[in-house]
């Protein structure tokens, strides 16, 4: 924005510094490890930050990195709570607004508790993280190698696909103009062999994982296997995931 600096200095509304639309005072919390939410929710929308990223007007934070609150906030309950508290906009999105979501109540959780949602936390994030990888780098070969420029929904969901089934999309998106040889059929084969099955084994893993987080914020909240059961038989549309 320097280019506009002399003509932005002008400026009746401008902030403490000459580049801002008006005063913000808590610049500084942004460089904070922080939990994002989106303010548009169509699932629950909750991410650690510890990388001091800045998010647009869209998006909130809580200044806090607890892994208890975080696996709270995306837990069945609180959607299931959240569904029939916070605002709903058009297609039923959720709206936690600050002023509304600060009055979620929040269970006290046990040491042990806290304890094992922290540590499966931390591997779900682990694992979200490596898939997020996979995914970019996936998609960059298959635009280099196989010619794919712009990947299907399918392929942005890649972990979701079997071999046959990520084939076939690529076979889709080539067209029948450009069939695939045989050595770029069998490099499909092997590069979803070596990586992508290893990661829909972490994303069963990571389901796995929610499940059981779910079941200690169901703890935590002192609810009975009856309330669990109630709670899934009047379940808002998107749960996170489905009961086993």
């Avoid at 931390?122 to 970019?136: F, G, K, N």
């Avoid at 635009?143 to 712009?150: F, P, S, V, Y």
């Avoid at 490099?187 to 070596?194: G, I, T, Y």
Wanted: a neutral charge; charged letters at 25%; glycine letters at 2%.
């Amino acid at each position: 924005m320097k280019q506009h600096e002399v003509s932005l200095r002008k400026r009746s509304d401008q902030g403490r510094y000459w580049w801002e639309l008006r005063s913000c005072a808590y610049w500084d919390r942004f460089q904070e490890r922080k939990l994002y939410y989106q303010f548009i929710q169509y699932h629950p929308c909750y991410a650690l930050d510890a990388d001091g990223l800045y998010g647009n007007n869209k998006t909130a934070f809580i200044l806090s990195d607890d892994l208890y609150l975080l696996a709270l906030l995306n837990s069945p309950l609180l959607w299931w709570y959240n569904w029939r508290h916070l605002p709903h906009m058009k297609d039923e999105a959720l709206a936690p607004n600050p002023t509304v979501l600060e009055n979620v109540p929040v269970a006290r959780p046990s040491d042990t508790t806290r304890s094992q949602v922290e540590e499966f936390t931390r591997r779900v994030i682990e694992i979200t993280s490596s898939q997020l990888s996979m995914q970019t780098v996936m998609l960059d070969w298959l635009r280099i190698e196989h010619g794919i420029e712009k990947p299907s929904l399918k392929l942005q969901s890649i972990v979701e696909l079997d071999s046959d089934a990520f084939v076939a999309e690529v076979k889709r998106i080539r067209g029948k103009k450009n069939p695939l040889s045989v050595a770029a059929l069998k490099s499909l084969r092997d590069e979803h062999a070596r990586t992508i099955e290893p990661a829909r084994a972490q994303a069963a893993e990571a389901l796995a994982l929610e499940r059981q987080l779910a079941d200690l914020v169901n703890q935590a909240y002192g609810l009975t296997p009856d309330e669990v059961a109630l709670m899934w038989q009047t379940a808002p549309p998107r749960m996170p995931f489905s009961p086993t």
